[in-house]
């Protein structure tokens, strides 16, 4: 009888018995991936058994947050969407690293800002044209007056065509 690869005690191998040795992989796979997933969050090995730490050079500081929130670096234009929004004051006051849910706030904030200064420009626009049409219905410039002025132009023109040739 032999012993399966560190697996407990009651997966001992005989000749006959298939079952036993499929429950024994089976364990002998879940202590494997768990020990891969050791090494991935903790930097460690797992060398004859034993779990020690890897010899390699010390990794450069990530630019995530304790609680696991990426950091982004942010460009200029985005530090001014930053500033727009009234996140920060100054560019000075802005950090080398922010979160994306903090660039995506801003953004939604400018958005927002950016939608009303369009309602207004909308409605500022809708009651120019009101009072241009007032002064021009004052003057009698109507869409058909301004018609028929064009086709008695047209007409005229048609006539000394006709006649020159």
């Not at 697996?7 to 298939?18: A, I, K």
């Not at 234009?77 to 560019?91: M, N, Q, V, Y």
Request: charged residues 30%.
């Amino acid at each position: 009888m032999t012993r399966f690869l560190g697996c407990s005690e009651s997966c001992l191998l005989s000749g006959n018995t298939g079952r036993k040795l499929g429950s024994c992989f089976r364990l002998w796979e879940r202590d494997v991936f768990s020990s891969l997933r050791l090494t991935r969050r903790s930097d460690l090995k797992r060398i004859n058994g034993f779990c020690t730490k890897s010899q390699e050079s010390p990794k450069v500081p990530s630019r995530i947050y304790a609680h696991g929130v990426p950091l982004h670096k942010p460009t200029k234009w985005e530090k001014k969407i930053l500033i727009w929004s009234g996140r920060f004051k100054k560019e000075d006051e802005i950090p080398e690293t922010i979160s994306f849910e903090m660039l995506d706030a801003a953004k939604n904030k400018v958005r927002v800002k950016v939608s009303y200064v369009m309602i207004a420009l909308t409605v500022a626009g809708c009651v120019l044209m009101i009072i241009e049409g007032k002064k021009a219905a004052q003057r009698h410039e109507t869409l058909t007056s301004l018609n028929l002025a064009k086709k008695a132009r047209l007409r005229e023109e048609a006539a000394v065509n006709a006649k020159t040739e």
